[in-house]
């Protein structure tokens, strides 16, 4: 799955380790989210969307594989 997360932190002027704590996840959950190593949980996404006052497809788009 593709993201936007850096955009939005880098667009609010958050650090990894601000929005990490204001999400309730850690700095290498953000780090890894944002490299695309790891897939957040419906509800962290839905979490990280809510925070932006964005939807979940503003953040995240799928793999254009996955789309067949």
Known sequence: MNNRLKVFRAMHDLTQEQLALKLGVTRQTIIAI???KYDPS???AFKIARYFGVTIEDVFSPDSADED
């Open 42 to 44: 419906l509800d962290l």
């Open 34 to 36: 944002e490299r695309n």
